[in-house]
């Protein structure tokens, strides 16, 4: 019997490091969990560095983290429900910009009680999202070149109703008073982000929708055999990210007490990108997942105030983010292949 018969020399295709269940294991654990352990290190590294640890380690601290990502947050999770069923929505920056203004001004110039105002941010959004899906799905348009264009015009709209002006003033206290406070050291707004995640994850892992939408984003053409309803289904996304795009509109205001007509594709859509691809590098490798986008975005965080308390300028958030997301597709892309999911790159 030879060496290779006897399993002393690694023969084709058998890895040098062995193939243990063990081992197996330990790469299993790590492809999942690489980026939590990454988070966790960056987190013991900042709070242990000289230069950085007197700051980075305190309570307000990581209090400021949470709350700063908040809206962020739920602008990501608005970007991945239509990226699972294989689209895009650059939309939803513009969306959240918008709904910002739409409560903003309700309240400030047309004097719309809180709820009623919220109710109408929310309707808009998903009008937008509706809009979206319609020229998506039935219309047959590349869904980049759909939410883009609808993202410009929205952004146009913005500039043209504020003049470029903030709406600093009506903003009642009993808006902002609702995120800006704690419940049991954690803030408001955190525990709203939490609430939408939550939603987004059992609308995603417990409903027939979930698994009809996961379906579409693998192989649409097998989905439309097997009966799946593949335009409402692509339609329903949509109208899904514009509403939670919205939510984070209207937390934003509720945060800051004043609609800003800021730019959302520079301003949201981005980070929440980045943290879409790479939070689809963990948790469920190769699928985008919505308690990966959340550790994605605390990682991109965390890694970015440490930064800045290290001293680097402010541009090092544009390029981390950019990066982030290049490299975060190529890996989502390559974990995608190997677990035989469609990703949309």
Same mark, same amino acid.
């Given at each position: ?72 947050? !739920? *602008? $990501?999770? &608005?970007? +991945?429900?239509? @990226? /699972? ?6 939309? %939803?920056?513009?969306?959240? =910009? ?36 319609? !020229? *998506? $799905?039935? &219309?047959? +348009?590349?869904? @980049? /070149? ?6 410009? %015009?929205?952004?146009?709209? =913005? ?40 939603? &987004? ?145």
């Amino acid at each position: 019997m030879t060496e290779r018969q006897q399993g002393t020399v690694p023969g084709r295709g058998q890895s040098l490091l062995g193939d243990s269940p063990s081992t197996k294991l330990a790469l299993r654990l790590v492809e999942r969990f690489g980026l939590v352990i990454l988070l966790l290190g960056v987190i013991v590294f900042f709070s242990a560095w000289s230069k950085t640890g007197l700051y980075f380690h305190t309570r307000t601290n990581f209090r400021n983290i949470v709350s700063n990502e908040s809206v962020i947050a !739920v *602008v $990501a999770l &608005a970007s +991945v429900l239509p @990226l /699972i069923g294989g689209n895009f929505d650059l939309s %939803v920056g513009a969306t959240a =910009v918008f709904a910002d203004i739409v409560a903003g001004a309700a309240m400030s110039h047309h004097h719309i009680p809180v709820g009623v105002a919220v109710l109408l941010a929310l309707a808009f959004g998903a009008a937008i999202g509706l809009v979206n899906g319609l !020229v *998506v $799905a039935k &219309a047959g +348009v590349n869904a @980049l /070149i759909a939410t883009l264009g609808s993202a410009t %015009v929205i952004q146009g709209l =913005v500039q043209w109703y504020t003049n470029g002006l903030p709406i600093a003033t009506g903003i009642p206290g009993s808006l902002t008073n609702v995120v800006t406070h704690r419940w049991l050291g954690v803030p408001r707004i955190a525990v709203f982000m939490i609430v939408a995640a939550g939603i &987004a994850w059992y609308v995603l892992a417990q409903t027939p929708y979930g698994r009809y939408l996961q379906s579409v984003g693998s192989n649409r053409a097998a989905a439309r055999l097997v009966g799946i309803h593949v335009d409402r289904v692509v339609v329903i996304s949509f109208v899904l990210a514009g509403t939670f795009a919205a939510v984070a509109g209207v937390l934003q205001l509720a945060e800051n007490g004043t609609a800003v007509p800021q730019n959302g594709l520079a301003i949201y859509l981005l980070p929440a990108l980045a943290a879409a691809f790479l939070g689809a590098t963990t948790i469920r490798p190769g699928r985008f997942n919505v308690l990966g986008t959340l550790v994605a975005i605390f990682f991109i965080a965390c890694t970015v105030q440490g930064l800045n308390y290290a001293g680097v300028t402010s541009w090092v958030q544009d390029v981390f983010n950019g990066t982030a997301l290049v490299l975060a597709v190529a890996l989502t892309a390559l974990l995608g292949r190997r677990s035989g999911g469609r990703v949309v790159t």
